[in-house]
């Protein structure tokens, strides 16, 4: 390579592994940022909660959607949230804004049971 | 001894069919084209006639009555598995119009509604206002709670009764206790009776003569019937010591939609077949739901109940029956 030619190789080279850096610390660019910012799924059927452990960013809004045939709840054990009757279709939403563990049942068929993990 | 007498039992449980099916195949085979089957017991070994013969009561015994159970009507329910929950509804009214004697009551025990609504309890009190008896008993179910604890249910079938909707009445000498095991209910639990319930069950029974036939009715099984899907109540063996004395107990729920029976010592317990639509067997499918048959299947899984007393009986006589053949 010509004198000029490495130059402006070694100058790119720092430049890009500067913007790495620069990249690397910022968080507008990591997968995790992509969910904190979006909804969280729970899908209800077959008298269960899917996924039974979701694990949301703190500031994620989760939503419970009812695609079986039967009405069910949402309903955290800790008083937290309390959905109304779900019928098939319907839908409820929470934004968990601290960090922790929250188990929920739904308080027709206590026998289902699910948690949300905000990390 | 017991081991004759169980040898018996079982024997008889199976010519009772005569073609060798067993009670729970009998939902399988669905061959039964409408008749009922009377058992009772007397001396402690259950005998069966053929309903057509038994209906014949003209010649009562003065304290002799029947009642009616319906259980699980569902009404709001349009789903797949049955469009028209009013209409099959409406045929269990006919059919119990129908009988050739006259039940005392009817009792209901829940699931009167699906989603709690005003429209849904209205729509139930106008059909049963056809019904040939007048005085009708309820528990709720679980859908009968929905929104509001309650209280929805409460204004309108709760008179006389304590906290969710508990209570006891006598009839012809017969003493019968309506229980919520369906309120408050925890995450991971079956159902529940809970502690207040508990203490006055046990306060109304105190005193009562060992005669006194008792029957208990509350919409989730009072006994565990298969906990996965909930069906059983946390607290059921506190009640049912509670009974343990008397010598003839009989034990009616609902909410699993389908007929099983069990007799244990001197309880007999008995779950009654929907008026709406029927559940899967414990474990022969992903989960409890409804259960779809072919259209023309679905009178058979649909049922009424018929229980008899006979004074010189010790116990009552229950005769399931499906709304079609």
């Not at chain 1, 009405?71 to 779900?86: A, E, I, Q, R």
């Not at chain 2, 009772?40 to 005998?47: E, R, Y």
């Not at chain 2, 006919?94 to 509604?113: Q, R, V």
Request: aromatic share 10%.
């Amino acid at each position: 390579m010509t004198g000029k030619n490495v130059w402006i190789a070694s100058f790119a080279a720092v430049v890009m592994i500067a913007i790495v850096v620069l990249l690397a610390g910022s968080p507008s660019v990591t997968a995790d940022d992509q969910s904190s910012a979006a909804n969280a799924e729970v899908k209800i059927d077959n008298f269960s909660f899917g996924p039974q452990t979701l694990t949301v960013p703190v500031g994620s809004t989760v939503t419970w959607t009812n695609r079986d045939d039967i009405p069910h709840t949402s309903v955290s054990t800790d008083g937290l949230f309390k959905s109304k009757v779900m019928d098939t279709d319907e839908k409820f939403s929470y934004t968990f804004t601290k960090a922790g563990t929250y188990p929920y049942f739904c308080s027709i068929h206590p026998k289902m049971t699910g948690q949300v993990m905000v990390k | 001894m017991p081991d004759k007498k169980q040898d018996l039992i079982d024997q008889t449980l199976q010519d009772l069919n005569n073609d060798g099916v067993d009670r729970r195949g009998f939902l399988k085979c669905m061959a039964w084209a409408g008749t009922g089957l009377v058992w009772t017991m007397s001396g402690g070994i259950p005998m069966s006639r053929a309903f057509a013969k038994t209906a014949d009561r003209s010649a009562g015994k003065g304290g002799d009555f029947s009642f009616v159970q319906i259980s699980d009507s569902h009404i709001g329910f349009n789903k797949p598995a049955n469009p028209d929950v009013t209409a099959t509804l409406q045929t269990a009214i006919n059919k119990i119009n129908a009988m050739s004697h006259k039940p005392d009551f009817i009792i209901h025990t829940g699931d009167l509604s699906q989603l709690s609504k005003p429209g849904e309890f209205d729509t139930l009190d106008q059909a049963l206002k056809g019904a040939s008896a007048k005085q009708i008993y309820f528990v709720p179910g679980e859908h009968d709670m929905l929104n509001d604890n309650g209280e929805q249910y409460l204004q309108r079938y709760g008179k006389g009764t304590k906290g969710t909707g508990w209570y006891s009445f006598d009839h012809k000498g017969v003493h019968f206790v309506g229980l919520v095991n369906v309120a408050n209910l925890k995450a991971g639990g079956m159902g529940s009776l809970g502690h207040e319930q508990l203490e006055w069950l046990e306060d109304d029974l105190k005193g009562r003569s060992a005669s006194t036939p008792i029957v208990l009715f509350a919409h989730i099984p009072l006994w565990t019937i298969y906990p996965e899907w909930g069906w059983g109540t946390d607290d059921s063996e506190q009640a049912l010591s509670y009974v343990k004395r008397f010598g003839s107990v009989t034990v009616l729920n609902g909410h699993i939609h389908q007929i099983m029976q069990k007799i244990e010592g001197k309880v007999s317990f008995h779950t009654a077949m929907s008026t709406a639509f029927p559940q899967p067997a414990p474990g022969t499918a992903p989960s409890a739901g409804p259960m779809k048959v072919p259209a023309d299947q679905l009178q058979q899984v649909l049922g009424i109940t018929d229980v008899n007393y006979v004074v010189s009986g010790r116990s009552l006589a229950i005769v399931d029956s499906p709304l079609g053949a």
